[in-house]
Nanobody, 120 residues
Framework: QVQLVESGGGLVQPGGSLRLSCAAS????????MGWYRQAPGKERELVAVFTDGDNTDYADSVKGRFAISRDGIKRTVSLQMNSLKPEDTAVYYC??????????????WGQGTQVTVSS
């Protein structure tokens, strides 16, 4: 159906930067929500940044001013630029897409996740 593939994770020192990318493939008529979530060991999965209807964005308070989400609708990709990274940003980051099929059915999809480790 639809597959999401994340890339760009890795090991970075505190204060460094990483850029994550997510590419969507497969049959989906209209994508109306694309974003990033993360989950650290022992913690719940949380919203990091997301595009909503009308190209509006929403960010977690903990990443405002440091992270920036962007997208390319033609390429069906969404990226997350992460600056001034902190050890508490260490987590598995997941791409999420929500949209409608040509039959009007809403579907939600998740990527497999990419590890981001912020450490000296």
């Amino acid at each position: 159906q639809v597959q999401l593939v994340e890339s760009g994770g890795g090991l970075v020192q505190p204060g460094g930067s990483l850029r994550l990318s997510c590419a969507a493939s497969g049959r989906i008529f209209r994508i109306n929500r694309m974003g990033w979530y993360r989950q650290a060991p022992g913690k719940e999965r949380e919203l990091v940044a997301v595009f909503t209807d009308g190209d509006n964005t929403d960010y977690a308070d903990s990443v405002k001013g440091r992270f920036a989400i962007s997208r390319d609708g033609i390429k069906r990709t969404v990226s997350l630029q992460m600056n001034s990274l902190k050890p508490e940003d260490t987590a598995v980051y997941y791409c999420h897409v929500g949209g409608y099929t040509e039959y009007g059915t809403f579907r939600s999809y998740w990527g497999q996740g990419t590890q981001v480790t912020v450490s000296s």
